[in-house]
């Protein structure tokens, strides 16, 4: 694959970022992410895989000391979401700096977070799941997918490749196929592909519609990255609070005031556990008052509503 185009050169000249944006889909930086906010984030992340047992104490890295992996959480690991150690890196203010910088106004975190620890894998895999965030929030949402390392991360380790070029494009995901909703790869083509080698202060940021994956982990070590949302403060949020009342023709929240939002057939409607839009029949069984809930909102409707991830 080729390297990323590296942009930080355009820090500052918001028409030159923009046009990488639109002729790329993405933006990548090398070492602008404070790295005292990484080192604390990173640190909570050891804590975590030393007290399930597959790091060892004192050692300060993220080695795999080779305890039994059958029932480690790749997806999501629960006491990282207790620890919500990302509130803290966000809030941090030269983290909030530099995203007002390259925005060109402050941003607007949304709570849709990935905090993974990748561990070895023994099959060999060219992709892990190739995807487009947007397609499982109904392109609802403007927002930008970024995506730290949180260590050194080498080719052995794998990391997160992106396709250049095809944000602009329909997107690619096969709808008749939950809840993965495969997307056909003989649409990206090889020439497309960018990747690059990452260090902890490191940072890529990528359009809702850029197709993406995680590269398998061949190495020692687990390959720790958060990945979170990002939008404009000025761009068009979505409601997000606790539900008040909840069923197949509307949702009530509370944020910033009591709304309402009425509910059709069209409205994308998932869980944490399945990008499968649920039919709206059954949110009742997945949402309940006193749930939060993230709701995207179109002509006075909800387009889209899903759990935050934490």
Same mark, same amino acid.
């Given at each position: ?21 639109? %002729? ?10 404070? %790295? ?25 890295? /993220? ?28 809030? /941090?203010?030269?983290?909030?700096? $530099? $995203? ?12 849709? &977070? ?25 392109g609802a949402i403007p927002c930008r997918t970024c995506w730290f390392p949180l260590d050194a991360v ?68 687990? %390959? ?18 606790? &539900?008040?009342?909840?069923s197949p023709d509307s949702i009530t929240i509370e944020a910033g005031g009591i709304v309402t939002f ?19 029949? *059954?949110? *009742? ?9 993230i709701v995207a909102v179109r002509d006075g409707r909800a387009t889209f509503i899903r759990p935050p991830?934490?």
């Amino acid at each position: 694959m080729r390297e990323f185009a590296v942009s930080n050169d355009l820090i500052g000249d918001g028409a030159a970022l923009d046009a990488v944006w639109e %002729r790329d889909g993405y933006w990548f930086f090398r070492d602008v992410i404070d %790295r005292e906010a990484v080192e604390r984030l990173r640190a909570v992340y050891i804590e975590v895989l030393v007290d399930l047992g597959f790091v060892d104490p004192g050692s300060g890295t /993220a080695v795999w000391n080779g305890a039994n992996m059958e029932n480690f959480p790749v997806f999501r690991i629960p006491e990282l979401i207790r620890r919500a150690g990302w509130r803290d890196f966000i809030g /941090a203010a030269p983290v909030a700096g $530099f $995203f007002s910088r390259i925005l060109g106004e402050p941003g607007f975190w949304l709570p849709m &977070i990935e905090q993974r620890a990748q561990p070895r894998q023994e099959e060999i895999v060219p992709f892990l799941f190739v995807h487009q965030d947007g397609f499982f929030y109904n392109g609802a949402i403007p927002c930008r997918t970024c995506w730290f390392p949180l260590d050194a991360v080498d080719a052995t380790m794998g990391g997160l490749a992106v396709a250049a070029g095809l944000h602009r494009r329909p997107f690619l995901h096969d709808a008749s196929k939950p809840p993965a909703y495969d997307l056909d790869l003989a649409k990206i083509p090889d020439d497309a592909w960018r990747y690059s080698e990452m260090a902890a202060g490191d940072v890529i940021v990528f359009d809702e519609r850029t197709p993406h994956t995680g590269l398998p982990n061949y190495s020692d070590r687990f %390959r720790l990255s958060l990945d979170m949302r990002v939008m404009r403060y000025s761009d068009s949020r979505p409601a997000i609070g606790p &539900i008040l009342a909840v069923s197949p023709d509307s949702i009530t929240i509370e944020a910033g005031g009591i709304v309402t939002f009425p509910i059709d057939d069209a409205t994308y409607i998932r869980t944490n556990e399945s990008g499968l839009m649920l039919n709206r029949a *059954e949110i *009742e069984r997945h949402y309940a008052v006193g749930d939060e809930a993230i709701v995207a909102v179109r002509d006075g409707r909800a387009t889209f509503i899903r759990p935050p991830s934490r």
